[in-house]
């Protein structure tokens, strides 16, 4: 909603670059996620594309309310990564991407990425900002997970019948 605010009083943004604000990169080498915050807590800034899980899109009720307009609704992309706790979500701005103009390295290291889906997702993200029946998360690219082994069927013990014992001689 700020951003939505500043852009009605002020214009267009200045890039993120001049700001010193969070920079979102896709490249041959992975994903990079970069901002002063980041850097100075020193928290990891690049994945690999091996370390990448999944990638989709996220329609939610934003953590915090704008103080004037109160609850709303947020769009994100996000990456799934596995970090030693289980699987880290790593969300960025709708801004960052355009569903029409991905970058081609995103295209070519997700192998079978679901465009339709993500295009749901941001279907329902345009319903507004207090669109809350629209909450909701779309994969569009998950990694194939290691194949499970069926567990075995059970079944019943074989019933032993029990042979009568021998007379004493």
């Known amino acids: 909603m700020w951003r939505l605010l500043k852009k009605l009083f002020s214009g267009p943004e200045p890039s993120p670059a001049e700001t010193g604000s969070e920079t979102i990169r896709f490249d041959e080498t992975g994903f990079t996620r970069s901002s002063n915050l980041i850097r100075d807590m020193g ?5 690999r594309w091996d370390e990448i899980n999944g990638f989709g899109f996220s329609f939610k009720q934003a953590m915090f309310p704008d103080p004037w307009f109160g609850d709303y609704m947020e769009s994100e992309w996000f990456i799934v990564v596995e970090n030693e706790n289980g699987p880290e979500y790593i ?3 709708a801004d960052w991407l355009d ?5 081609s390295a995103l295209l070519q290291n997700l192998p079978d990425l679901n465009t339709e889906e993500l295009r749901r997702g941001l279907n329902n993200a345009a319903g507004g900002f207090h669109y809350y029946d629209g909450e909701g998360q779309w994969i ?3 990694r194939p997970g290691p194949v499970k082994r069926a567990p075995k069927a059970r079944t019943k013990p074989v019933r032993r019948t029990k042979t009568p014992k021998k007379p004493a001689s």
């Open 140 to 142: 569009g690219w998950q």
């Open 43 to 47: 928290w990891r800034e690049h994945w």
């Open 91 to 93: 969300y960025f701005d």
């Open 99 to 103: 569903i029409n103009h991905l970058p």
